[in-house]
């Protein structure tokens, strides 16, 4: 018989300090928040009543409902985008960089800039993207253009732009650790099974990273969902997704209304988590 | 597990336009290197393979047939020489045109594929019928005897399976070669005899040529028809396995085969039929062929003598001698080893068969010989 005894007492102390401030800053915030979005009546006080008319109010308003169909549109389209261009970059580093040291030095290349925060990568997108920005000024100096884009910054395509250099890693990173985990020998067996290099990525090495590729995905699309500040950095006041609603609501004292907002937005992201894992069996990471 | 089902069908791939003697060769390998930098994997290695030719690439680990291997299979480069396949010239071909299989060391089983899907890999690649494909699997699956193992993944399976099912995927496709990289080398001690058997069965049937990578030497000598002995990126000796056995080329196949004493020394007088060699032991006669010595007096040879061609019943026929004290007594089935140390301090192995009551025991003294015919003289001093 074993002797470690996985229900010990001690187990559950260890746990303890962690269980406790989860409980305190995760769970009571949001049962109080759920709590919230269901007060009714005209006074902010515990002694409302519940009621479902926040949500009927958000419901029955077509420029909201717009705004959850945009968010997701919006997210799907950086998933799609990160996905695509973090496989690239991941095939890249594993499968053609011989060196382990320049793929350190590139791995690190893509790293670094992570060291600084969301919004301060953010707000570094402003003079690229500017009218009088590096963008503009190199495309007219290439003649590519005689007048300034405006299009790039406060603009959809500008968010677009400054997110998925953000979150492009997030996706790679995970496939990375997959790639790196198939050893050579399996595209080797199926190469003397008549298979051609495309054939073997499409059969053998794709499937094999695809939990990768799903927890990258579940990676971007909870930051996208959530990210208020690259919007509005780099949309301005004109564009907005369900994460700046929250905020907006917040910041007109609409606490109520905001609680809804933050619980859809939740509700949004748990769907997509649990779609995702149902795709793929997100355990066979550590296989 | 019963070979019926490729035995059925056998490979029909003779002669062609190329002309009766090059179709007679599954495989040939001219002068092939490969170098990695200042690393010498493979050197100027030369082989010929005919048809349905069962060879074993056998040396230490490091010796370079691994590599040469992956040189057939298209796996690597050769950064010179020319490689044939059933007379066609396939040296810059990669490995999806080449007609061959593999079967990898640790098996190389596409996790992510049930038993049915990966074996019928090939086939599928080779785009034939779904409804082929199927019935082929099938067929493969129930003679290899894993047919309940169909929907099965490999991490579900013993090693003993995987080792059959990476077997039936290779030979589905019913290749020319096909190439083993140290095959049974991941199975039980127990189930290597009887893999072994199977699968030279295996190969008689089906008339493809086996090329199997190992440094066991009691694979090499019981299942090749061709034993290819290599050493340090180069080959020291390709034969039958009697020839390898009885008649050493060098002084590492020699040392490397079991059961063989290595002597090093000079050559001496050359008689009418026999050279002298004079090592640090005594002078040793060895049996001379017509012709002319090999080499002048005086340059450093080397010859060995099997254990069990050692005797301590001396009579006239064994003229050479040399006196050794006992260290110990091994019992390999029923032979008795005896482990000696030559007054030069090397080990000196002398082989008895038969159950009989052992006559030397440990710490004594003794005085062994040999007839002159049981010498093997090298043909170089060797590594």
Redesign the interface.
Known sequence: MSTIRPRSAAGYWLALPAAAWMLAVVVVPIVLLVWVSFWGGRAFSTASPLTFDNYARFFANQTYLKLVLGTIVHTATLMVLTGVLGYCIAYFLVMKVRSPGWRLALFLAFIIPFWTSTLIRAIAWVPFLGVNGVINQTLMFAGATQSPIEAFLYSHTGITMAQVSLYTMMAAGPVVYMLNSIPPQLREAAMTLKAPPFVVFRRIVFPLTLPGVVIGQVLVFLNVMSDFATVATIGGNKHALLSNLVLLFYEGSQIRAASVVAVLLMLCMLAGVVVALRVVDIRRLGA | MTVDALAASPPAKAGTAQGPARAQLDLELRNIRKRYGSFTAVDDVSLKVGKGQFVCLLGPSGCGKTTTLRCI???EEPDDGGILIGGKEVTQD???K?D???M?Q?F?????MTVARQVG??LE??QRPKVEIAQRVQQILTSFEIAALADRKP?SLSGGQRQRVALA??MI?EPRIL?LDEPIGALDYSLRETVMLELKLLQQRTGISFIWVTHDQNEAFSLGDLVVVMNHARIEQQGAPEDILLRPATAFVAGFVQGNNVFRGRMGEVLADAFCIETGTGTFLAPRALGAPPVPPGTEVSFSVRAEQITDQLSDRHVNRLTATCTAVEYFGSVRRHILERSDGEVLKYDQFGAHAARIVPGQRVTLGWAIESTVLHGRAGA
Do not use: E, K
Not at chain 2, 108 to 112: G, T, V
């Open positions: 299979a298209g796996l990669p490995p999806w080449r061959i299989a593999m990898f640790d190389a089983l596409f996790p992510h890999f090939g690649m080779l991490a995927r290779a496709t190439l």
